[in-house]
């Protein structure tokens, strides 16, 4: 299967629709093969199908975690993508972790002490809704520690997802590329109706002023940050109905490559009966 969503090692990333480090197929109003939102269903449906089986066996075989982390700028669709994506697996298995503004408990320890926290468990399927890479993106366009400190925090994510990944947990990282046009919909749509103003606050607006900041900021990360064990994907997310369906894509490869056997029964079943 094509995978140009991939970042690879040592990748040049440019986010804004030129220059080099340009590729189409990571552009937000990407749709690949499909026009429209109707395409979409029956496959998604069908991956939705396989990714319950491979869940199921995930959890039986408890070797591997999977954790999921979903970045990019307000309104990018983290949310709509956990509701419709993780709309196909049983939510006994799953843990959805929000990164907010850290707590005075979190900020008085080093940046990844509340992500180890949160990695999932053997067995079970972890998201972050942003995530560590908060402290190398609002971080560094807000100033909020000196450079010399988020300069080296690329490599010290690289290590720590290293260790997860030797250690069982798969990491699959998306990032949800929308338009600066997208975004402006969105928190309009979000303004003119009363039903979605709970979702919309002065801080999104005011966010928007640092667009450019934040790409550059992106760049870096996805950049510096896409490794063998754990690379960034760049997800067309303009259309959501296509930002769905390629994440579930992803998601079910990756499981189904772990080649995850169920366990050997415990006991003898040939000579169990029940009365
Ligand atoms: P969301 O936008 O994800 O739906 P919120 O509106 O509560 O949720 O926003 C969470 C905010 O917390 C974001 O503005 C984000 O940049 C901020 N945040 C997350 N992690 C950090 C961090 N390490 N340092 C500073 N701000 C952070």
């Keep these: 299967m094509e995978r140009p969503f991939i970042v690879k090692p040592g990748d040049n990333v440019s986010l804004n629709g030129v220059g080099e480090g340009c590729n189409l197929k990571r552009t937000p109003e990407y749709t690949g093969a499909y026009q429209k939102k109707g395409e979409t269903k029956k496959p998604l449906k069908k991956l939705h199908k396989q990714m319950l089986k491979l869940q199921e066996l995930l959890y039986a075989e408890s070797q591997h975690a999977l954790l999921i982390i979903l970045q990019g700028m307000d309104t990018c669709g983290k949310d709509g993508t956990i509701r419709k994506v993780m709309a196909g697996i049983n939510v006994q298995g799953c843990d959805v972790v929000n990164f907010k503004v850290p707590s005075a408990d979190e900020i008085s320890r080093d940046f990844l002490w509340r992500a180890h926290k949160a990695v999932p ?3 079970k399927i972890g ?5 560590h ?6 971080v560094r366009v807000h100033d ?3 450079k010399s400190i988020w ?7 690289n290590d720590f997802e290293k260790m997860l990944v030797e250690n069982g947990t798969v990491v699959l990282k998306f990032f949800l590329h929308i338009s600066k046009d997208e975004q402006k919909e969105r928190l309009e749509s979000r303004i003119n109706d009363p039903s979605k103003h709970w979702k ?6 005011r966010e928007r002023a640092y667009w450019d900041d934040y790409m550059q900021a992106y760049e870096a990360a996805l950049q510096k940050c896409s490794t063998d064990w754990a690379p960034w994907h760049i997800i067309p997310a303009n259309k959501k ?5 390629v994440i579930t894509e992803r998601i079910v490869e990756t499981l189904e490559g772990l080649d995850m056997k169920f366990p050997k029964p415990t006991s003898d079943v040939s000579i169990l ?3």
């Design 133 to 138: 890479y908060e402290d190398v993106l609002v």
């Design 127 to 131: 998201i972050f809704n942003r995530s």
């Design 241 to 245: 109905w296509y930002r769905n369906l």
């Design 144 to 146: 909020l520690v000196p």
């Design 200 to 205: 919309i606050t002065e801080a999104d607006i």
């Design 121 to 123: 468990q053997k067995g």
């Design 151 to 157: 300069k080296q925090r690329y490599q010290q994510i």
């Design 273 to 275: 009966s029940v009365d």
